[in-house]
C-alpha cells in the first residue's frame, strides 16, 4: 500500500529566507507526486507535479520540487518566501496505472513571519 | 467562471438530520471526488464517479450516498449525521480515468464546512 510521510506539521520561517518542506513515500511501484497548497477556508491548488523526465520540478508561486527516487522523497524548496505564502502544503502520491486515486499526507503548515 | 463549485459553504446542523451537499463543475472534466477532510486537515478521498459510474468507494459508512446526475454534478447525501461527520468536504474533478492520461490533475473546489451538533 502507499503512503505519504510529512514529518514537518508546523515549518516557522522568517520572510525572505529559503524553505523545504519535507515529504517521502512509500509504493512499490512506479508513483506520480503532488505538491498542493491550501490557503486559509480555501480549497486545494495544485503547486507542481512530478510524473517522469526530470527529476527536479518547477511550480507556481516559485516554488520547486526534487524527485529522489532512491530516497523515496519529494521535498518542497522556495529560495525566498513571502508572508502571502503561509499555508497547508500537502504532498501527495498516486500510483501509476489504472487508477487516479490520490493519497495525501497530513500537510505542514508554512508559517512565513516579519 | 468558477471552475468547481460545491454548494453551500457552511452548514451547521443537528444529529440525526439527513443533509446534502451539491458539486458542479464546468470544465468538461469526465471524474469528479469526493474528499473528507478532518479536523487535523488530513484528507482522504471518500468516493470517485466517472461518466456518472462510480470508480471509488472507500470504506465510508452506508449513510453517506454520493449521486451523479449527469458528468457535470455530484452530490454527496448524508443520513443520520453524527457528530464525527464534522469537516471540511471538497468535491474535486478531473478530466480523464484510464484513457491514459495519467498526467490528469485534479481540480478542488472551495469546500463545505459542516459542524453537526
Known amino acids: 500500500a502507499q503512503s505519504v510521510t510529512q514529518l514537518d506539521s508546523q515549518v516557522p520561517v522568517f520572510e525572505e529566507a529559503p524553505v523545504e518542506l519535507r515529504c517521502n513515500y512509500s509504493s512499490s511501484v512506479s508513483v506520480y507526486l503532488f505538491w498542493y497548497v491550501q490557503y486559509p477556508n480555501q480549497g486545494l491548488q495544485l503547486l507542481l507535479k512530478?510524473?517522469?523526465?526530470?527529476?527536479l520540478v518547477k511550480g507556481i508561486n516559485g516554488f520547486e520540487a526534487e524527485f529522489n527516487k532512491s530516497q523515496t522523497s519529494f521535498h518542497l524548496r522556495k529560495p525566498s518566501v513571502h508572508i502571502s505564502d503561509t499555508a497547508e502544503y500537502f504532498c501527495?502520491?498516486?500510483?501509476?496505472?489504472?487508477?487516479?486515486?490520490?493519497?495525501f499526507g497530513t500537510g505542514t503548515l508554512l508559517a512565513v513571519q516579519p | 467562471d468558477t471552475a468547481v463549485s460545491q454548494t453551500p459553504k457552511y452548514l451547521v446542523t443537528q444529529m440525526g438530520n439527513d443533509k446534502s451537499i451539491k458539486c458542479e463543475q464546468n470544465?468538461?472534466?469526465?471524474?469528479m471526488y469526493w474528499y473528507k477532510q478532518d479536523s487535523k486537515k488530513f484528507l482522504k478521498i471518500m468516493f470517485s464517479y466517472n461518466n456518472k459510474e462510480l470508480i471509488i468507494n472507500e470504506t465510508v459508512p452506508n449513510r453517506f450516498s454520493p449521486k451523479s446526475p449527469d458528468k457535470a454534478h455530484l452530490n454527496l447525501h448524508i443520513n443520520s449525521l453524527e457528530l464525527g461527520d464534522s469537516a471540511v468536504y471538497f468535491c474535486a474533478s478531473s478530466q480523464a480515468w484510464l484513457a491514459g492520461a495519467y498526467q490528469e490533475t485534479q481540480y478542488f473546489g472551495p469546500g463545505t464546512r459542516l459542524l453537526v451538533l
Open positions: 512530478y510524473l517522469s523526465g526530470s527529476t
Open positions: 470544465l468538461g472534466h469526465d471524474t
Open positions: 501527495a502520491v498516486r500510483r501509476g496505472g489504472a487508477t487516479n486515486k490520490l493519497i
